[in-house]
């Protein structure tokens, strides 16, 4: 008979979950982070058990991490955006990277292929440069077009040279009808 896992009660068994879950895998981060933030985000209640440290220098010295709160905020981010049937099938920086360069609008196409991606390896996470290739072909995008624009390609990015575009098709528009 299986024993019920039960939730870390004081702070120090929380770090250590958290410590022990870095270590365990690459799609653990996605997860532990926002236990990390609620933690950050309720750090008044846990100050005193923490003998009075900043969250930053806890951070540091319990969960002996080199990471700072905003590698755990990004995370975090990931998280909730994508959804947890996502976040357990994908490497913590691949989600980082999908947040931060695909348009919102294309994220349920990119949750679906990235799910069929996860049963094609047969169960191993959808690794960074998996989700680059399924990221950027749902985007219409190939590696030429990101090479010849020799930068990042970003969604806000991409939403603004969408935006540029329509606002001088408009500045077009007006420059050929007659004036009366």
Known sequence: MRSASRE???LAEKAAAIRKGLQDSAISPLRLSVQVMD??????????EANNKSY???????????????WYAVRARAYHRLGKSVAVCIHHNAAVWAINNVPESYWNELILKTRRRFKENNGMYVTASQIRKIGRHIQGLTET???????RVCARCIQLEQRIE??????????EEPVQ
Request: charged share 40%; proline share 4%; no cysteine.
């Open 8 to 10: 870390p009660e004081s």
């Open 145 to 151: 077009d990101v090479r010849r624009k020799d930068v």
């Open 56 to 70: 930053a220098d806890w951070l540091r010295t319990e969960i002996h991490a080199d990471y700072g709160v905003s």
């Open 166 to 175: 329509r606002l001088e098709r408009q500045l077009r528009d007006v420059d």
């Open 39 to 48: 933690i950050v985000s309720n750090w008044p209640k846990y100050r005193a």
